[in-house]
């Protein structure tokens, strides 16, 4: 079964750091261009950032654009993503997954193959 284990979440005060953690199991993520996404209360689950599966080049949602760093690890079946400088507005849960490019809007990047996880919860409060 293709899924995805999100961990790494919890509560941060504003400007501090998380670090996200995304497991893959069911397929090699290194054949895989991959994304962040998160959905907050009452909007639905948009892009973050973005890294593709040839050279590594990253994209990210202009929200999160120098906060927030993708980046993965091929030879654990990884990615992460590095949470910097959080912002009130930042609280969501936060999915990783497949996507299929990291071209065009990041917010509007949808899910490649396989099924949501259950995504980790980000909480943002001084």
């Known amino acids: 079964q293709v899924h995805f284990v999100e961990s790494g979440g919890g509560l941060v005060q504003p400007g501090g750091s998380l670090r996200l953690s995304c497991e893959a199991s069911?397929?090699?993520?290194?054949?895989?261009?991959a994304a962040w996404f998160r959905q907050a209360p009452g909007k639905g689950r948009e892009g973050v950032a973005c890294?593709?599966?040839?050279?590594?080049?990253?994209a990210y949602a202009d929200s999160v654009k120098g906060r927030f760093t993708i980046s993965r690890d091929n030879a654990k079946n990884m990615m992460y993503l590095q949470k910097d400088s959080l912002k009130p507005e930042d609280p969501a849960i936060y999915y990783c997954?497949?996507?299929?490019?990291?071209?065009?809007?990041?917010?509007?990047?949808?899910?490649?193959?396989?099924?949501w996880g259950q995504g980790t919860q980000v909480t943002v409060s001084s």
């Open positions: 997954a497949p996507t299929a490019a990291c071209s065009g809007p990041i917010e509007t990047m949808r899910l490649y193959f396989g099924s």
């Open positions: 890294i593709t599966k040839n050279d590594g080049s990253t």
């Open positions: 069911g397929f090699t993520l290194e054949l895989y261009t």
